[in-house]
């Protein structure tokens, strides 16, 4: 029998809706059924293309002897925190707190009045290699809670206090947000740099587009070589490694080891948005034909795959088909080599893809390899033209011929679970990079996909006040918007104007940013909270500035307001920049790294605008 979950829209919840876990979603009825029943809450927040979260759904919450001890000890809540980032901001928070670290899935441990008192991500079935299981968590819990509940409500009580702090950021005297300031990110940038594979950091690594923009900014503000350098071979590496989709195009969410080679193979529809943005960028530079392609071959992936009939963006693609990581991209060097056969081109493809009988990767978790192959590239196609002794457009057009055979063979597979639903944040950003890739490549097509997701949105997500939603799927849309999906949308419909010159996007960007100033707006601290004022389902109003795989709501609103005081020339907007600035100049300063996205709008205020005279 289905839990309480059959009866959401989520594809995540729905995925567990037929644990024997008796999940609610969350709301009202969850915490009023723990308070009748005395027990505590188990929140458990993910997403549905989450590799480690599948692990754990099939591990424990899909196993009757755990289900049975979480039935038993708690009321359980499941959230899927692309449609809740609000929730998810909260309880991320609390699991730094108590254990250092964060991730997904992510488990909280709550009172039925969700004040939290324990967290963590992954949970085995049962506690190995130091690790607590979800049976013994169960056991200690349910110990404590009847029979030293004082011990619990005080943690509570604790990290309350703790929380309360952890989204107020104290002004700094004498901090001075300036060109030293960028000077100081880049050098720390410069350092984590890996000159080898490019990148950043050792594994994992992730794509971190907004480091790559900030690397722009300074290299057009200094004329310092190495900052295009470090943006120019990490683009490159990327491109050609297992990071990239060879054959249906797309990037992977991130490489967990250094060389770009073995990813997590979920799809997100942000980092597509963002390293589209990235790679057009890097192009204005270096008029890169590689980073051109890259662009217009996301565009390919996302109008082909990843867009509603109507015009909106999904979500995301899983990582897992058939229950194993992968299996849908990996190709076995024989199958491989029967697709290709003997043809009269003597193409090498299998040198150039470096495939091998026993693969070409490590299992993640047992470190074998399994027969399976990832599509990489060692050498640039030049070098393989050099190489062949034949003009690398030929390679190319025979690369295209046989991609396109291997589309087709691998569509035949089990496709991975799409995660249809459309986010008004997500939305917003696919607008933007669809705008600046019309404006970079004069493609009209893609300012055309642009606005009609732009109408969609307006016409499925926008109340009759003209207050956004959040979330659409399968007819129904739910969740008020946050301040996230003001931002991203009004950066959107910001970059489609630019495109466009359709005034009317600028005057609903105008409102939207009004309303956003009126809801979300901290007028004791400065800054934008997550979520509205009248809006009361959580401990705290949290507030996001550190950029992490998406760019902070905050360091996105910088640039918007800056923008639209240029475009405006009304200096409400520039006003409302600076205040931001401050609010946040104290852990800016301290951690410039951590905010690079706000760092690419303060490189925007520092530089003078740039105004066209019509000379008459």
């Known amino acids: 029998m289905p839990n309480r979950l059959i009866e959401e829209k989520s594809p995540y919840l729905l995925q567990h809706a037929h644990n024997p876990v008796q999940w609610f979603p969350w709301g009202d009825e969850a915490f009023n059924h723990a308070r009748q029943e005395n027990k505590p809450i188990f929140l458990s927040i993910g997403y549905a293309t989450c590799h480690w979260c599948h692990v754990m759904e099939k591990e424990s919450f899909e196993d009757p002897e755990a289900a049975a001890a979480l039935n038993d000890t708690f009321v359980c809540i499941k959230v899927d925190r692309e449609e809740r980032p609000d929730i998810d901001a909260v309880y991320m928070a609390v699991c730094q707190m108590v254990s250092g670290r964060g991730g997904w899935p992510l488990n909280v441990v709550l009172t039925p009045e969700r004040k939290p008192f324990f967290a963590g991500t992954y949970f085995p079935k049962k506690s190995r290699f130091g690790r607590l299981g979800v049976i013994e968590l169960c ?27 952890a989204f107020v950021y104290p002004a700094k005297q004498g901090a001075s947000l300036d060109t030293d300031l960028l000077d100081s990110a880049y050098n720390q940038i410069a350092r984590s740099y890996d000159p080898q594979h490019g990148g950043f950091e050792q594994a994992p690594k992730f794509p971190t587009p907004h480091r790559f923009m900030f690397l722009l900014r300074c290299h057009h503000r200094t004329g310092d070589a190495h900052a295009l350098e470090m943006v120019s071979k990490s683009l490159t590496a990327m491109r050609m490694g297992g990071l990239w989709d060879h054959v249906g195009f797309g990037f992977h969410r991130y490489s967990t080891d250094e060389r770009w080679l073995l990813p997590h193979f979920e799809k997100m529809l942000y980092d597509q948005a ?24 996301i565009f390919s992936y996302v ?80 070098q393989w033209a050099k190489i062949l002794g034949l003009p690398v457009q030929t390679l190319a057009g025979l690369w295209e011929d046989l991609r396109g055979k291997l589309f087709q063979i691998r569509r035949q597979r089990t496709a991975p679970l799409k995660d249809d639903k459309i986010l008004t944040d997500w939305n917003g950003l696919m607008i933007g990079a669809l705008a600046v890739g019309a404006r970079v490549l004069d493609n009209g097509d893609y300012a055309a996909a642009a606005l009609k997701a732009a109408t969609w949105i307006q016409s499925h997500l926008v109340d009759g006040g003209g207050r956004l939603w959040h979330r659409y799927r399968d007819g129904r849309r739910a969740v008020t918007g946050k301040a996230g999906d003001y931002a991203f949308l009004i950066m959107g419909l910001i970059e489609l104007y630019r495109s466009t010159f359709r005034t009317e996007l600028l005057g609903w960007a105008l409102d939207l940013q009004a309303a956003m100033d009126r809801d979300f ?24 500035i550190y950029d992490g795989a998406l760019p902070s709501t905050n360091a996105v609103a910088l640039s918007n307001l800056l923008l639209l005081s240029r475009l405006t020339g009304n200096s409400r907007w520039e006003e409302r920049a600076n205040e931001l600035t401050r609010a946040f100049e104290a852990p800016v300063a301290q951690q410039p790294t951590a905010f690079t996205h706000f760092l690419n709008g303060l490189d925007m205020a520092l530089r003078p605008g740039q105004e066209v005279e019509e000379k008459i």
Request: overall charge negative; aromatic content about 12%; cysteine-free.
């Open 274 to 297: 963002l390293l589209a943005i990235a790679y057009l960028e890097a192009y204005q530079v270096t008029q890169d034909s590689l980073f051109k392609q890259t662009a217009e071959e």
């Open 521 to 544: 707006w901290d007028a004791d601290q400065g800054g934008y909270y997550l979520i509205a004022e009248d809006e009361d389902e959580l401990p705290v109003r949290p507030k996001e």
């Open 139 to 165: 056991r200690q819990i349910k110990a404590l809670w009847l029979n030293d509940p004082q011990k619990i409500l005080d943690a509570a009580h604790s990290l309350a206090g703790h929380l309360e702090q």
């Open 303 to 382: 109008l082909r795959d990843m867009t509603d009939a109507q015009g909106g963006f999904y979500t995301a693609e899983d990582a897992d088909s058939e229950g194993e990581e992968g299996k849908f991209y990996v190709w076995d060097q024989a199958a491989f080599d029967d697709i290709v056969g003997h043809g009269a081109d003597q193409i090498p493809w299998g040198r150039i893809f470096n495939l091998h009988p026993q693969g070409n990767y490590s299992d993640e978790a047992t470190f074998r390899r399994g027969g399976a192959n990832i599509l990489h590239m060692t050498q640039t196609w030049e």
